[in-house]
T-cell receptor
Framework: GQQLNQSPQSMFIQEGEDVSMNCTSS?????WLWYKQDPGEGPVLLIA?????ELTSNGRLTAQFGITRKDSFLNISASIPSDVGIYFC???????????FGKGTHLIIQP | GAGVSQSPRYKVAKRGQDVALRCDPI?????LFWYQQALGQGPEFLTY????????KSGLPSDRFFAERPEGSVSTLKIQRTQQEDSAVYLC??????????????FGPGTRLTVL
């Protein structure tokens, strides 16, 4: 099946630093989604991308839909403590409903 | 509340027991999804309902897993003869769209199932 490869697996950063993470696949997608999951909660959608090359921002978050349609990137600027959590990329299951998720990037912020 | 709710939030079962997990979607939402999230992994698709019809159950890992949504609102995921490998968080998501609008899929908090 389709596999989304997220990196890095975890990040330890200082408050105020910028963060970059990415998601790659051998499959082509028409939609890329980025979610954040806090402990004990379900994933919450951060940004949705629908067009190759698209760059979309949501506050301090910026995500890009790769030109090849096989990858996507998420950047967080000037990180704050509430940014801690697990970030997942997701894409539609090929030819079916529902989503395929990556394994997540665990973001840890040191004060 | 206005969000997706799931109950129980935590469930501990002895191996071999049957369990039933409930999802209350957002009122009026047509589509309902179940996902399984193992520790340290992303959610994995289990099954999809459009109203009361189960249109896709390709992600259910075995015939011990059964889901229903008889009146097109509340859904129940049942696992028979639970095994230790069934231990995971079970997430429910709903959407008022029928398909293709993935930005409108809202997730519940999940049920954490532990099988001893």
């Amino acid at each position: 099946g389709q596999q989304l490869n997220q990196s890095p697996q975890s990040m330890f950063i200082q408050e105020g630093e910028d963060v970059s993470m990415n998601c790659t696949s051998s499959s082509i997608f028409n939609t890329w989604l980025w979610y954040k999951q806090d402990p004990g909660e379900g994933p919450v959608l951060l940004i949705a991308l629908y067009k190759a090359g698209e760059l979309t921002s949501n506050g301090r978050l910026t995500a890009q839909f790769g030109i090849t349609r096989k990858d996507s990137f998420l950047n967080i600027s000037a990180s704050i403590p509430s940014d801690v959590g697990i970030y997942f990329c997701a894409a539609p299951r090929g030819g079916a409903d529902g989503l395929t998720f990556g394994k997540g990037t665990h973001l840890i912020i040191q004060p | 509340g206005a969000g997706v709710s799931q109950s129980p939030r935590y469930k501990v079962a002895k191996r071999g027991q049957d369990v039933a997990l409930r999802c209350d979607p957002i009122s009026g939402h047509v589509s309902l999804f179940w996902y399984q999230q193992a520790l340290g992994q992303g959610p994995e698709f289990l099954t999809y309902f459009q109203n009361e019809a189960q249109l896709d159950k390709s992600g259910l890992p075995s015939d011990r897993f059964f889901a229903e949504r008889p009146e097109g609102s509340v859904s129940t995921l049942k696992i028979q003869r639970t095994q230790q490998e069934d231990s995971a968080v079970y997430l429910c998501a709903s959407s008022w769209r029928t398909s293709g609008y993935y930005n409108e899929q809202f997730f519940g908090p999940g049920t954490r199932l532990t099988v001893l």
